[in-house]
């Protein structure tokens, strides 16, 4: 089915930071769209604001009249959605036209020209970096991000432009749907071995995903990954770093909150950028999205206003709280390197400030295989306050609990084990100099009480 045989646009998996970027493009188009999720959230609610028909039972009669003609219809579903699911065998039996997220972005990174941001970590913020610098330039662009921009509070942007920025989602192998022009790989630290099953297996992946940028466009790779690209011969590469490659920083200084830098490049230096989210691991985020940017046609001035301007990302470093008595952050953070690079920035700032984690590990299996890498990295904190294990799509592995996290927390590192339902208590009880929520699990809901509950304190000191 092409694009301009759509007429209506199902989703099964509504409510997934990535599919509502979907959804909304196709609202704009001024399509019928629907779809299911389990549960409410303020994302879908927002989605039902602006157009969007959701429901959240698994039942084939809430499927709207025009969602049910396969001839006009697309289906687009999440793979975190279970086969059996009654919905989705319906469309199946009746021969709909379904296709994964990732397949309808492969579409449109063959009409348009695709910038995408790959890796374990650090993607969605240098896609949403990309995108801003990219919006805002005379270029301008069509952005689907993994997470609500702080500048556009969408993770959608549409434009008349001919580029799209692209956040490739190793999930599953979801990025091999793409054909990117140009594309960064921040990182390649294994990850879903549920779904992977080796190291090899994730860094092989990757592999490929290098051999279907198009000719004529470009890889930016950071330097000193374990995997081997296989770029076409007329695909350009560069590599980056935070003080070596192609394109790195010099005479970066951290004072007063503020951080800036060079932005070294073989097209042009760029002296003096600021970075408007002033986090020391987006020195690196924003050399990547400077980068590809430079590549295709930004301006030294636009490069520096765009990285000014950028305001960051919900749930990435996302400050909450900043005062010189309390500091409070949420940060999506759940892979051991993610933790790691979390809490070496907020070290780096707050170097004679007790800093408190309150952690919810993401999924068994995670927590099974990288349990040593997890404590490793808390323990560069003061204190960790580890919460029961988010499931997500998984049911229960025996004997696999946050307390293998817990137990081999290095010595000194004050530490605590809590279920989820007594958050807020313990933070009523006790007092904070730098607390930090991190996980992808849903803890974050919390995020509002816990601001408002410490603000309540601070105005009581």
């Given at each position: 089915?092409?694009?301009?045989?759509?007429?209506?646009?199902?989703?099964?998996?509504?409510?997934?930071?990535?599919?509502?970027?979907?959804?909304?493009?196709?609202?704009?188009?001024?399509?019928?769209?629907?779809?299911?999720?389990?549960?409410?959230?303020?994302?879908?609610?927002?989605?039902?604001?602006?157009?969007?028909?959701?429901?959240?039972?698994?039942?084939?009669?809430?499927?709207?009249?025009?969602?049910?003609?396969?001839?006009?219809?697309?289906?687009?579903?999440?793979?975190?959605?279970?086969?059996?699911?009654?919905?989705?065998?319906?469309?199946?039996?009746n021969g709909f036209e379904i296709q994964k997220r990732a397949q309808v972005l492969?579409?449109?990174?063959?009409?348009?020209?695709?910038?995408?941001?790959?890796?374990?970590?650090?993607?969605?913020?240098?896609?949403?970096?990309?995108?801003?610098?990219?919006?805002?330039?005379?270029?301008?662009?069509?952005?689907?991000?993994?997470?609500?921009?702080?500048?556009?509070?969408?993770?959608?942007?549409?434009?008349?432009?001919?580029?799209?920025?692209?956040?490739?989602?190793?999930?599953?192998?979801?990025?091999?749907?793409?054909?990117?022009?140009?594309?960064?790989?921040?990182?390649?630290?294994?990850?879903?071995?549920?779904?992977?099953?080796?190291?090899?297996?994730?860094?092989?992946?990757?592999?490929?995903?290098?051999?279907?940028?198009?000719?004529?466009?470009?890889?930016?790779?950071?330097?000193?990954?374990?995997?081997?690209?296989?770029?076409?011969?007329?695909?350009?590469?560069?590599?980056?770093?935070?003080?070596?490659?192609?394109?790195?920083?010099?005479?970066?200084?951290?004072?007063?909150?503020?951080?800036?830098?060079?932005?070294?490049?073989?097209?042009?230096?760029?002296?003096?950028?600021?970075?408007?989210?002033?986090?020391?691991?987006?020195?690196?985020?924003?050399?990547?999205?400077?980068?590809?940017?430079?590549?295709?046609?930004?301006?030294?001035?636009?490069?520096?206003?765009?990285?000014?301007?950028?305001?960051?990302?919900?749930?990435?470093?996302?400050?909450?709280?900043?005062?010189?008595?309390?500091?409070?952050?949420?940060?999506?953070?759940?892979?051991?390197?993610?933790?790691?690079?979390?809490?070496?920035?907020?070290?780096?700032?707050?170097?004679?400030?007790?800093?408190?984690?309150?952690?919810?590990?993401?999924?068994?299996?995670?927590?099974?295989?990288?349990?040593?890498?997890?404590?490793?990295?808390?323990?560069?904190?003061?204190?960790?306050?580890?919460?029961?294990?988010?499931?997500?799509?998984?049911?229960?592995?025996?004997?696999?609990?946050?307390?293998?996290?817990?137990?081999?927390?290095?010595?000194?590192?004050?530490?605590?084990?809590?279920?989820?339902?007594?958050?807020?208590?313990?933070?009523?009880?006790?007092?904070?100099?730098?607390?930090?929520?991190?996980?992808?699990?849903?803890?974050?809901?919390?995020?509002?009480?816990?601001?408002?509950?410490?603000?309540?304190?601070?105005?009581?000191?």
């Amino acid at each position: 089915m092409e694009l301009k045989d759509i007429k209506a646009v199902y989703f099964v998996g509504a409510g997934g930071i990535g599919m509502s970027a979907i959804a909304r493009y196709f609202i704009k188009k001024g399509l019928v769209v629907a779809g299911y999720d389990k549960t409410p959230s303020d994302l879908t609610k927002r989605l039902e604001t602006e157009g969007m028909l959701i429901h959240y039972e698994e039942n084939v009669d809430e499927i709207p009249h025009e969602c049910k003609k396969k001839e006009s219809c697309l289906v687009i579903f999440t793979p975190a959605i279970p086969a059996e699911h009654k919905e989705l065998t319906f469309f199946r039996e009746n021969g709909f036209e379904i296709q994964k997220r990732a397949q309808v972005l492969g579409t449109l990174t063959k009409s348009h020209k695709g910038l995408c941001v790959a890796g374990t970590h650090g993607k969605t913020t240098t896609s949403t970096m990309c995108a801003h610098i990219m919006h805002q330039s005379h270029l301008d662009c069509n952005a689907f991000l993994g997470g609500i921009s702080k500048n556009y509070g969408t993770n959608y942007i549409l434009s008349d432009s001919d580029f799209v920025v692209i956040e490739a989602d190793e999930f599953d192998r979801s990025f091999h749907w793409l054909r990117p022009w140009m594309s960064v790989i921040t990182s390649t630290d294994p990850d879903h071995l549920d779904i992977y099953g080796t190291k090899e297996a994730y860094l092989e992946s990757f592999r490929h995903y290098t051999e279907l940028i198009q000719p004529g466009g470009a890889l930016i790779i950071h330097r000193d990954l374990e995997m081997k690209e296989n770029i076409q011969p007329d695909v350009r590469r560069y590599d980056y770093s935070l003080n070596e490659g192609d394109f790195h920083a010099e005479n970066i200084c951290i004072e007063n909150g503020e951080i800036t830098f060079d932005f070294i490049s073989p097209i042009e230096s760029i002296k003096g950028i600021q970075l408007g989210q002033p986090v020391p691991i987006n020195i690196e985020n924003g050399i990547a999205a400077m980068a590809m940017a430079q590549l295709n046609g930004c301006t030294a001035e636009e490069l520096k206003y765009g990285m000014q301007t950028y305001g960051g990302v919900d749930r990435r470093f996302d400050f909450k709280i900043k005062t010189c008595k309390m500091v409070f952050l949420s940060d999506y953070a759940h892979h051991p390197k993610e933790i790691y690079q979390s809490a070496k920035s907020i070290r780096e700032l707050y170097k004679d400030k007790h800093i408190t984690a309150i952690f919810q590990p993401h999924l068994y299996t995670r927590t099974r295989d990288f349990y040593k890498d997890f404590a490793d990295a808390l323990s560069q904190l003061d204190e960790v306050i580890l919460t029961e294990i988010y499931p997500a799509r998984e049911l229960p592995i025996e004997g696999v609990t946050s307390k293998l996290i817990y137990d081999n927390l290095k010595p000194g590192v004050k530490k605590e084990m809590i279920q989820k339902a007594d958050v807020l208590n313990y933070i009523k009880e006790h007092d904070f100099e730098v607390l930090i929520v991190l996980g992808a699990g849903d803890l974050d809901n919390q995020v509002p009480q816990i601001t408002k509950l410490l603000n309540s304190k601070l105005e009581n000191s």
